[in-house]
């Protein structure tokens, strides 16, 4: 029986592997419209180059092996899925032949006014939460391209498009400047603690854990709580989870292999976690300290804390016609899932991947949130690039709950608030009464 199963696992490998590389033949000397991200996609033989594109120009984003960098999902006269090791899929249209602008080798000098057009053009087609910030996209066009027409130095440049970005106030929006743009701020004259994470996370460990323990230069740490059989996770990022997690190791290896390790990483470690705190009575998972990383991380560890399989999100993309079609995401738990009560502490500070953590974690209602609501910051970072070279980036993937709900710009909201500060500073200060170190969270589980 068991040469049986092997013989029938090896067969359906085999045959998936021989349906991968049928689909690369068949997609040889294809073109390739990506739906909602403003990328377009040039198979060749097994090899791919992927552009981003915008109204007057398109540049090489990454090229290499297709099979190393996607896996075909599925495959049509019209339509290609590919999957590039999230859990967002890919929806690539057919066309004839790339964008004119792709084939187009060189340009002239390109104006403020061209720049800042391809700028608000883009955000236009591809930023998802206009109404989640309250801005008026129209109004910002008409009220900026005046001020555009009259620069005639980088900087004044800079400067507009900063301005805007402050005024979206979406902290996966970024803008890449010459260092030589940058405007200095300068000192303040009043003293002022600057406490960094890494002291915070020190202290919880030195004043609270029994017998601590770290994993990949501290992006995970585990042990129980002082005087009590309470576990305590903090983890402090969703990156740097694989075993090998040098860069030049990693760097050397195809994305797709690069995000099987992370998640081999996630596993190893979570076996080791639980068989020496996963007996304990409660559990306590921080994510107060961690501000994103890879959703599939973040997921699979969560899978390690719950006991069912649900509907926990669903993900689409903005286009410029609208919305892409949703994709709903399916946890399923691990096969040695933890089976005690569980804490989940979060703050402004828990954004992006962990926060797909919280929301996927709202489902269970046994998981018990404490903290503040977290940053409001979903989606995957988009990254574009002006005419001029400078590159910004957006958010265009909208995360809802099961019930089509956004947190995006208010946060995921916690069952037990202790009012953080939402200024990161002030939310490290607040955990320090002169030179003492205090973690209320952490004393109000302890009580229970």
């Known amino acids: 029986m068991l040469n049986f199963h092997f013989t029938v696992c090896i067969l359906l490998i085999t045959l998936s592997v021989h349906a991968q590389q049928n689909r690369e033949k068949s997609l040889k000397n294809t073109s390739w419209v990506q739906q909602g991200y403003g990328r377009s996609l040039k198979i060749e033989d097994s090899t791919y180059i992927y552009y981003n594109t915008n109204s007057i120009a398109c540049k090489a984003l990454a090229d290499g092996k297709l099979s190393g960098r996607f896996s075909i999902v599925s495959l049509t006269k019209d339509e ?31 104006s403020y006014e061209k720049n800042f057009k391809v700028f608000w053009e883009t955000f236009h087609d591809n930023y998802a939460f206009f109404k989640e910030r309250n801005i008026n996209w129209k109004q910002v066009y008409e009220e900026y391209l005046p001020r555009v027409r009259k620069i005639n130095a980088q900087k004044e440049f800079a400067v507009i498009l900063l301005e805007i970005v402050k005024k979206i106030g979406d902290g996966h929006i970024r803008l890449e400047i010459p260092d030589s743009l940058k405007t200095k701020v300068a000192a303040t004259t009043l003293p002022v603690i600057r406490r960094k994470k890494d002291d915070i996370i020190q202290a919880i460990k030195d004043t609270y854990l ?43 290896k195809q994305p797709l292999a ?27 998972i921080d ?7 890879l959703e599939t991380v973040a997921l699979r560890l969560l899978s390690y804390f719950v006991g069912e399989s649900k509907h926990v999100l669903s993900v689409a993309a903005k286009t ?80 809802t709950d099961p019930n089509g709900k956004t947190y995006e710009g208010t946060g995921v909201p916690v069952s037990s608030e202790l009012n953080y500060s939402r200024n990161r500073l002030d939310f490290y200060n607040s955990f320090y009464s002169g030179d003492r170190f205090t973690d209320k969270a952490i004393d109000q589980i302890l009580i229970k």
């Open 80 to 110: 290609l899925t590919l999957n590039p090791g999230g859990i967002v899929n890919y929806i690539f249209k057919r066309v004839d032949s790339l964008p004119p602008m792709c084939t187009n080798v060189g340009t002239n000098t390109i």
């Open 210 to 252: 029994a017998d601590p323990h770290t994993y990949n230069n501290g992006v995970i740490n585990w042990g129980k709580l002082k005087g009590s059989q309470i576990g305590y996770i903090l983890i402090k990022d969703m990156n740097n989870f694989a075993k090998d997690y040098d860069d030049k190791i990693k760097d050397s």
């Open 258 to 284: 690069q995000f099987a390790d992370e998640l081999n990483g996630v596993d190893q470690v979570m076996k080791n976690i639980l068989a020496g705190i996963g007996q304990s009575d409660s559990i306590v």
């Open 287 to 293: 994510l107060r300290f961690n501000g994103g990383g």
């Open 320 to 399: 410029d016609q609208g919305n892409s079609k949703k994709q709903q995401y399916i946890l399923q738990p691990a096969n040695t899932a933890y089976q005690g009560k569980v804490y989940l502490l979060l703050s402004s500070q828990t954004a992006s991947a962990a926060e797909i953590f919280a929301l996927a974690a709202r489902n269970y209602p046994d998981i018990k949130t404490m903290g503040s609501r977290t940053a409001g910051i979903f989606s995957e970072i988009l990254w574009k690039e002006l005419p001029n070279g400078w590159e910004f980036s957006l958010s265009n993937e909208i995360y």
